[in-house]
C-alpha cells in the first residue's frame, strides 16, 4: 500500500466535512434571500438571474479548469483555496450596499461558482490518490450523501440565524465555517504521494484535445447529462409537484418535501457499499457499470410508480427512493470517470460535472413547459423513460478504456 492510502479514513472524513460545508454554503442564499432581495432594492426575478448567469454558469464553466489545478496544485491546495474562496464570497455578500447592490451580488455569486466547481472533480481525484481501489465507491457516495446533508442542514441552522441577527449574519457565518473548514482542512489533509497518473504531464491545451477524444469519457458524460437532468427534476421541483400535483398545502409540502433528500443520504452509502463488495468478486470496474445501471433502472421504475399509484403518500415514498437510486448512481460515474481519464483524473471528473449540470439546465428549462402541456404524470413518465436511456448508454462505454494517448495506471485501475 502507498504512503497515500495510509489514510483513507482521514481523507474521506475531511472530503465529507468539504462537500457538506460547501453545499451548506451554497444554499445559504437561499434563505437569505427573503430578506435579502428586498433590503438591497432588487426583485427576486432579478435574484434567479443573478444566480443563474452568476454562480450557476461560473459553477459549469470552470469544472474542467478546476479539475486541472487540482491535478497539477494537489487536492490540498485546490481544495484549500476552494474555501478560501467561498469564505471571500459569503463575506462580500455580507456587506453588500443597497447602491450597486447588483453588481457587488454578481461579483460574489461569480467567485463563489469558481470556488466551488473544484469541490466534485478535486475530490473524486482525490479518492483515486488515497483510497484503494476496492473502497472507492462507498468512500465517494459518503462524500456525495455529505454534500446532501449540508444542503439540508442550510435552513435549519441559517433560518433561525437570521430570525435572530438579520439576513447578513447568514452570511458572516457561512464565510466563518468556511473559514475554519478551510484551515481544518489545510491542517490535516494528509500530503499527496508522488503518482505520476495524477500528476499532468501536458499543457492546458494539450490536456484538452487529450480529453476530447476519449470517447469512452464522452458518452459516460452524455449519460450522466440525462441522469443529472432527473435528479434536478427532484431538486427543482418536487415542492411544486407536491402542491400541483398531489394538492397538498404549503405546510404539508414542506413537511414531506425533505424526503427525498433524506432518501438521497441514506441510499448512496449504502449502495456505495454494495457496489464495493461486488467489485471484490467481479471486478471494480464492472461492479461500477452493474450499480449505475441498476440504480437507474430502479429509479425508472420508482418514477413510473409515483406517477401512476393513487395515493399521495405512497406517491411520495416511490419517487423519494427514485431521488435516493439516483443519487446512489453518482458515485459510480465519478469512480468511472477518474479512471477512464488516464492521466487527467480531476478534469475527467469535471468534463462529466460539466455535462450533468448542463443536463440541469435542460430539466429546470422542460420541466414548467411539460407540466403545463402534459400534466404530471407525464412529465413524470418522461423522465422514467430519461433513466432508462441513461442506464442504456452505460452499456457503450469502454469502462476499461484509458486515455486515447497513455495507457492508464494500476492506481486508476
Not at 444542503?151 to 473559514?179: D, H, N, T, Y
Not at 494539450?206 to 476519449?214: I, T
Not at 421541483?237 to 405546510?251: D, K, Q
Not at 402534459?374 to 412529465?379: D, K, P, V
Amino acid at each position: 500500500m502507498s504512503k497515500g492510502m495510509s489514510h483513507p479514513w482521514r481523507v474521506i472524513l475531511l472530503l465529507s466535512l468539504v462537500t457538506g460545508v460547501a453545499y451548506l454554503v451554497r444554499s445559504d442564499v437561499a434563505v437569505a434571500q427573503e430578506r435579502m432581495v428586498p433590503a438591497v432594492g432588487i426583485t427576486m426575478i432579478a435574484m434567479g438571474a443573478i444566480t443563474a448567469w452568476g454562480f450557476q454558469l461560473a459553477y459549469a464553466l470552470f469544472q474542467v479548469p478546476a479539475g486541472m489545478f487540482g491535478e497539477r496544485f494537489g487536492a490540498r491546495t485546490a481544495l484549500g483555496l476552494a474555501l478560501a474562496g467561498c469564505s471571500i464570497a459569503s463575506f462580500v455578500t455580507s456587506a453588500v450596499p443597497r447602491e450597486g447592490a447588483v453588481l457587488v451580488l454578481v461579483s460574489s455569486r461569480v467567485l463563489l461558482g469558481i470556488a466551488q466547481a473544484a469541490v466534485f472533480p478535486v475530490a473524486a481525484m482525490a479518492i483515486m490518490i488515497y483510497v484503494p481501489v476496492k473502497e472507492r465507491v462507498r468512500a465517494a457516495a459518503i462524500y456525495i450523501a455529505a454534500a446532501s446533508l449540508g444542503a439540508a442542514a442550510a435552513p435549519l441552522l441559517m433560518a433561525p440565524v437570521m430570525e435572530k441577527f438579520g439576513w447578513r449574519a447568514v452570511f458572516v457565518v457561512s464565510g466563518v465555517i468556511a473559514s475554519v473548514t478551510a484551515l481544518t482542512w489545510v491542517m490535516l489533509m494528509p500530503p499527496q504521494p508522488d503518482q505520476p497518473a495524477v500528476r499532468a504531464r501536458r499543457g492546458v491545451l494539450p490536456e484538452l484535445r487529450v480529453l476530447g477524444r476519449n470517447i469512452p469519457l464522452l458518452r459516460l458524460s452524455i449519460a450522466y447529462l440525462l441522469h443529472s437532468a432527473v435528479w434536478f427534476v427532484f431538486v427543482f421541483w418536487f415542492f411544486r409537484y407536491l402542491t400541483e400535483g398531489r394538492g397538498f398545502s404549503i405546510l404539508a409540502s414542506g413537511r414531506w418535501g425533505g424526503l427525498p433528500s433524506l432518501a438521497a443520504f441514506v441510499l448512496a452509502p449504502l449502495i456505495g457499499v454494495a457496489t464495493d463488495r461486488l467489485g471484490r468478486r467481479i471486478g471494480a470496474a464492472q461492479a461500477r457499470r452493474r450499480a449505475a445501471m441498476a440504480c437507474l433502472f430502479s429509479a425508472a421504475g420508482f418514477v413510473t410508480l409515483g406517477a401512476v399509484l393513487p395515493g399521495a403518500v405512497l406517491a411520495i415514498l416511490a419517487l423519494s427512493l427514485s431521488t435516493g437510486c439516483v443519487n446512489g448512481a453518482e458515485a459510480p460515474f465519478f469512480m468511472t470517470a477518474t479512471a477512464i481519464g488516464g492521466e487527467s483524473p480531476g478534469a475527467a471528473a469535471g468534463v462529466l460535472n460539466l455535462m450533468g449540470n448542463l443536463g440541469g439546465v435542460l430539466s429546470i428549462w422542460l420541466v414548467p413547459r411539460m407540466s403545463a402541456a402534459w400534466g404530471w404524470n407525464g412529465t413524470l413518465v418522461f423522465w422514467s423513460a430519461v433513466c432508462l436511456v441513461a442506464a442504456l448508454l452505460w452499456l457503450t462505454v469502454d469502462i476499461h478504456a484509458a486515455a486515447p494517448d497513455g495507457p492508464t495506471s494500476s492506481v486508476v485501475a
